[in-house]
């Protein structure tokens, strides 16, 4: 057995590995409970076909497929974003909006909710002349 024979046994069974794990995440995709499960396996399952690329690219000597995984990583890293902004709030803290567009109230909702950012400088304004007037 030679070196190069050695090295490509090792490279087709890490492309079967890859393929199986790929096979996983495709179903934790499906199955995940939560959104974030599903986000990090996309993220993932672009990360292993990326590196399955990778390893066709040298096992193949074709140099334009590593070309064709920087372009996929590209896709994959906007992809991921662009689902992560969709599914994650960006300030979980904040009132939801109803159809209208109109704050809810608290008295509709049962929540309740502060329409102030308790870090803005207005609110410790606020609650320092609130502070001194009691005293």
């Known amino acids: 057995m030679t070196v190069q024979t050695a090295y490509q046994y090792l490279y087709g069974g890490a492309l079967i590995v890859f393929l199986i794990l790929i096979g996983a ?3 934790r995709s499906i199955i995940g409970p939560r959104s974030t499960d599903r986000i990090m396996s996309v993220n993932m399952l672009g990360t292993m076909t990326i590196c399955a690329i990778a ?3 040298f096992l193949l000597h074709e140099g334009y497929l590593a070309d064709v995984a920087l372009i996929y ?3 994959s890293f906007v992809a991921v974003l662009m689902m992560a902004s969709m599914f994650i709030p960006a300030k979980p803290g904040r009132p939801r909006l109803d ?3 109109e704050r ?3 008295a509709d909702t049962g929540e ?4 102030r950012d308790p ?3 207005a609110c410790s304004q606020s609650e320092e002349a609130a502070g001194r007037s009691a005293k």
Do not use: C, F, H, Y
């Open 25 to 27: 995440m495709v179903i």
């Open 55 to 57: 390893i066709l690219s």
């Open 73 to 75: 990583a590209m896709i």
């Open 99 to 101: 159809k209208e567009g």
């Open 104 to 106: 809810r109230n608290s």
């Open 112 to 115: 309740k909710t502060d329409q």
């Open 119 to 121: 870090g803005s400088p």
